[in-house]
């Protein structure tokens, strides 16, 4: 009997699901669970199974970033990405979430007669245009 084997039974996302890698999601739905500490928002992803349980953090996170009205979140992109957390001693799993990196921005950041690089790979993506791929690249990611 492995740990592992209960991990995936979860209708919420688990940081070890994600493995090493930082998954781009767009937010279809949101919805509310009740918890021992309270009802927490769930976050529900475009083409995934498992729904993202939102904290304060999270929250404090996303609200700066797409404004503290819940619903205009929908649709919009974020970034998880498996971290750990320090609390009362110890190290715990944990899934951060940012924004998703914005190319034009970082264009317009870059120091005068600096040229970035095409993206690796796609040589018909000039930099601060976003590339779309035609499939995503995290569909491995089993959640």
């Not at 918890?35 to 349980?53: A, T």
């Not at 619903?71 to 009362?88: E, F, H, M, R, T």
């Not at 715990?92 to 600096?114: D, L, M, R």
């Amino acid at each position: 009997m492995k740990a592992s084997d209960y991990v995936n039974q979860s209708k919420y996302l688990k940081s070890e699901q994600l493995g090493n890698r930082r998954v781009t999601c767009t937010i279809e739905t949101l919805s509310e669970a009740i918890f021992e500490d309270g009802n927490k928002p769930i976050l529900h992803f475009v083409g995934k199974s498992k729904g993202l349980v939102c904290n304060t953090t999270k929250l404090t996170v996303l609200a700066s970033l797409y404004g503290d009205d819940m619903q205009g979140w929908l649709g919009k992109q974020i970034v998880l990405a498996p971290d750990q957390v320090s609390y009362q001693g110890k190290m715990y799993a944990c899934i951060t979430v940012s924004g998703p990196v914005n190319t034009a921005a970082i264009q317009q950041s870059q120091p005068q007669g600096f040229s970035a690089p095409e993206a690796p790979g796609h040589p018909d993506n000039p930099v601060g245009q976003s590339f779309v791929p035609s499939e995503p690249a995290e569909d491995d990611v089993p959640f």
